[in-house]
């Protein structure tokens, strides 16, 4: 077939061979060979062939100029006039600028695998079914041999781009030197680091205090020195598939972004740190005073008198309330001496944050909040043993005086006979627990309240730490510039307009057959598509289970504690060890070969 309207005809052999030759006018169905080449060939040979013709008259589009018309079919002897055909014009998938997807929901696929499976209704169903994944995924992969193709073929350059190119060639060996060297004397202080780290007495004295950073530390090492190994050329799976490679370079670029955007915002609060140094001191030391004389001072006297107009115990009252006054006035006094080293504790802050990123920084910061509050942790710990022994005992002799005792080998309530010298000891024991009760339960609400609120802002901080992490900022940064890189789901756009009854009867009377051209079109995600899935696993956490067991934690005076770091931590990439000429070497061979992709 050509551009000026000529038909054309293929024929081939069972042999595979194919002869093709050009007719002027009428259709002609018994084409035979025109091939110079096929003359010597036997002409008895059984002919396959099809035969397509452009016509004019008909326009679908400004991005379509011709479509062939079916004219006949032969296929081992057998003639076919009247055939529609189905033309679908799609756009060539090419990596980072679109590609087809089905964009199945992984939910759909995970509730399906919980039914019951019925084989053969499956077996039956998928015979008539159109497997769309494997027609994407070809259409994805068309484009990967004329990108291999011109690879080992490039193009020739013009030469007003020759002098750029010498001097890239030129440059860019140095420019990966120079990187190669910087970054293997940081990987030669992380080594350093590393092995004093690893000394068993250091990590288990910098675990105990400082467990949140060492964490962020264990992560953030290793991606610091695993930077060249994610600027290697990706599989050849990768590059046989655009959706692979879009997979692939997402995940290479989501580990970039992530400590890029770490680095900024660390430093933007370094130097903020740095600039307003006095300012965060004062605040600090006002809020502390404030809270040690106007909260827990205040609050411990309130206790110890008639708080609310409800009567305690006067004698048990006074012991608690002396001694938190007496932990709080220990408190203070080391305050006294550790505020000096506020201005020193700012810096490393902001000097951690420069170096590792926000995320560091604010590990860091929970830590030292954990530390500067750890008299309030001691005194709620002591009243919420206290208060849980006293519930758990209130508790056992209530059952005691049911004829009942818990089984803890069967998880139950068994019967249980008791003397009367254990009744009469059981009720001795029973008032006087169950009179204290409210005096006790008085300090274990307000040493709650405010562990709660500490362990609330830890919460949010560590929030804060996760959605630096886990947030795709390439993702979104590509969806703005570029949608078409997150499609989800197709559609086909019909060019041509269906035929009703009266145009199928004439057409088959006139022996012509029907051309219906389509569009293949993609949907997109949205900005909350995009995003949500690396949110999930956070807003994962707060459940009505959890919810629940903190409730219960609280109410029966058990410790409740809250986990976050392990569900917003990236994977833990193991520690390399290999000898520093061999990083630089794999540094260098890293950046030229980005330069090569």
């Known amino acids: 077939m050509n551009s000026a309207g000529q038909s054309t005809h293929c024929s081939g052999n069972s042999d595979g061979e194919c002869t093709i030759g050009m007719m002027n006018g009428l259709l002609d169905y018994g084409c035979h060979k025109f091939d110079v080449l096929a003359e010597g060939k036997n002409r008895n040979t059984e002919m396959n062939w099809v035969q397509l013709a452009y016509d004019h008259s008909v326009l679908y589009g400004r991005s379509i100029k011709l479509i062939p018309n079916f004219q006949c079919l032969k296929w081992r002897g057998l003639a076919i006039t009247q055939l529609d055909v189905h033309v679908i014009v799609y756009e060539m998938p090419q990596f980072g600028s679109h590609h087809y997807s089905l964009g199945y929901s992984p939910s759909e696929q995970v509730a399906d695998s919980f039914k019951k499976p019925m084989w053969v209704q499956d077996l039956f169903r998928k015979k008539t079914q159109i497997q769309l994944n494997i027609v994407i995924q070809t259409i994805n992969t068309a484009g990967a041999t004329k990108v291999l193709f011109e690879s080992y073929f490039p193009a020739k350059r013009s030469t007003k781009f020759h002098f750029f190119h010498m001097f890239t060639n030129f440059a860019w060996p140095l420019f990966a030197t120079i990187l190669a060297l910087v970054s293997t004397f940081l990987f030669f202080i992380l080594q350093s680091f590393h092995i004093v780290w690893s000394q068993n007495f250091v990590h288990t004295i910098l675990v105990i205090f400082f467990g949140k950073t060492c964490k962020n530390f264990e992560v953030r090492c290793p991606q610091l020195i695993y930077w060249p190994v994610f600027l290697q050329g990706h599989s050849i799976r990768c590059q046989s598939c655009v959706e692979y490679a879009e997979l692939a370079a997402l995940r290479m670029h989501f580990v970039w972004s992530s400590i890029f955007v770490d680095l900024l915002l660390g430093n933007l609060i370094g130097i903020l740190l740095c600039s307003q140094a006095r300012a965060v001191c004062l605040f600090i030391l006002s809020l502390a005073d404030g809270i040690t004389n106007h909260v827990l001072r205040t609050g411990c006297v309130w206790l110890m008198g008639n708080p609310a107009g409800f009567k305690l115990n006067t004698e048990l009252a006074g012991v608690l ?277």
């Open 321 to 597: 309330g002396m001694i938190s006054l007496n932990v709080v006035q220990i408190w203070s006094t080391i305050w006294l001496f550790v505020k000096s080293f506020l201005p020193y504790l700012l810096r490393i802050i902001a000097l951690s944050g420069s170096v590792f990123g926000l995320t560091t920084a604010a590990a860091l910061t929970i830590d030292i909040i954990s530390l500067a509050t750890i008299h309030l942790s001691a005194l709620h710990w002591l009243i919420s043993q206290l208060y849980s022994w006293q519930i758990q005992s209130i508790s056992a002799l209530w059952r005691f005086f049911r004829g009942r005792k818990w089984n803890p080998l069967r998880q139950r309530l068994d019967s249980y006979g008791y003397t009367v010298e254990q009744h009469v000891v059981g009720s001795l024991l029973f008032t006087p627990l169950l009179l204290l009760l409210p005096t006790v339960s008085a300090f274990y609400i307000f040493f709650t309240i405010i562990n709660a609120c500490i362990s609330l802002i830890c919460l949010v901080v560590e929030l804060g730490i996760i959605i630096v992490r886990v947030t795709p900022y390439t993702k979104v940064a590509l969806w703005l510039v570029r949608k078409k890189r997150f499609p989800s789901g197709i559609w086909f756009e019909i060019a041509s307009r269906q035929p009703d009854d009266t145009d199928l009867a004439a057409t088959r009377n006139c022996f012509k057959s029907m051309v219906v051209v389509s569009f293949l079109r993609s949907n997109y995600l949205s900005l909350r598509e995009v995003v949500w899935p690396h949110y999930r696993c956070v807003f994962s956490i707060v459940s009505r289970s959890s919810m629940a067991s903190s409730a219960y934690g609280i109410l029966t005076g058990k410790r409740v504690t809250y986990n976050l770091g392990a569900s917003g931590l990236p994977m833990k990439l193991p520690w390399m060890v290999i000898p520093y000429k061999a990083y630089w070497r794999l540094c260098r061979d890293g950046i030229l070969a980005c330069r090569e992709n």
